[in-house]
């Protein structure tokens, strides 16, 4: 299974940025997704994640800044940035609970990471 993270970047406070997760070696179509995030010296936390029927679920301090989506038809998975702010600067992680064949248990998997920064 390969998750390749991509679209960090360094952007002004304010500013937008549109994250994606590719991914290779797994039924996407029925997995759960979602993005995580590790600001310096802290714990990863969640961001969002979206079932494979399509519901979503936010963090908190998303506060309808940031949108989650995907195209299974792709299988990739993205997230849009919004009113970014300093403290989101964060390596965000995009992470699937999938099988990597229909009969296969279910695991979890991890993408590389992607830096986001955001100046002040």
């Known amino acids: 299974v390969q998750l390749q993270a991509s679209g960090g970047g360094l952007v002004q406070a304010g500013g937008s940025l549109r994250l994606s997760c590719a991914a290779s070696?797994?039924?996407?179509?029925?997995?759960?997704v979602g993005w995580y995030r590790q600001l310096p010296g802290k714990q990863r936390e969640l961001v969002a994640t979206?079932?494979?029927?399509?519901?979503?679920n936010y963090a908190d301090f998303v506060k309808g800044r940031f949108t989650i989506s995907r195209d299974n038809a792709k299988n990739t998975l993205y997230l849009q940035l919004n009113s970014l702010k300093p403290e989101d600067t964060a390596v965000y992680f995009c992470h699937v609970y999938g099988r990597r064949w229909p009969t296969a248990a279910p695991q979890d998997y991890w993408g590389q990471g992607t830096q986001v920064t955001v100046s002040s």
């Open positions: 070696g797994i039924v996407f179509s029925s997995s759960s």
């Open positions: 979206v079932h494979s029927r399509g519901s979503t």
